[in-house]
């Protein structure tokens, strides 16, 4: 058989990768747990948009100066009650807006930022002959 047919018992790259990154996946794993440290996904302290200043809002993602700065001039004329009034106060304050701040911490009187509920889906619409 020629040699460029024999089988290779050297690992490809793409293994040798593998191994090489499970390894340091591992050793993280083990150093974190020996120092104490937890590396699971925390979820973000809550914020408070009612007595949150400009640089705390300006550090959630998504929200950038003049969208905190809407937030904060209606803000002067009255503390928020909710989401919805959130929405209506303040334009660019959809629901995908509304549920990705309330998944960063953001909250108004304790409660999250209620975007649409979640679980209502549009009726099927039947066939017609």
């Known amino acids: 058989m020629p040699a460029w047919c024999e089988p290779s018992i050297e690992p490809s790259a793409g293994l040798r ?5 499970g390894a340091a996946a591992a050793l993280g794993l083990a150093v974190s747990s020996a120092l104490g440290q937890d590396l699971t996904p925390h979820t973000p302290p809550p914020l408070e948009l009612n007595t ?14 003049s969208l905190v700065g809407l937030m904060l001039a209606a803000r002067q ?4 009650q909710d989401g919805q009034d959130l929405a209506r106060r303040v334009k660019g304050m959809g629901p995908r807006m509304r549920a990705r ?10 409660q999250p930022l209620d975007a649409a509920p979640a679980g209502r889906l549009r ?5 017609q002959a």
Not at 52 to 65: D, F, K, Q, Y
Not at 123 to 127: I, K
Request: aromatic fraction near 6%; charged fraction near 20%; glycine fraction near 10%.
């Open 52 to 65: 949150a200043n400009r640089a705390e809002l300006e550090s959630l993602p998504g929200l950038g100066p």
């Open 17 to 21: 990768r593998r191994r090489f990154l």
């Open 101 to 110: 701040l309330s998944a960063a911490g953001l909250r108004i009187n304790g």
């Open 77 to 80: 004329q009255a503390p928020f």
């Open 123 to 127: 009726p099927a619409s039947s066939p």
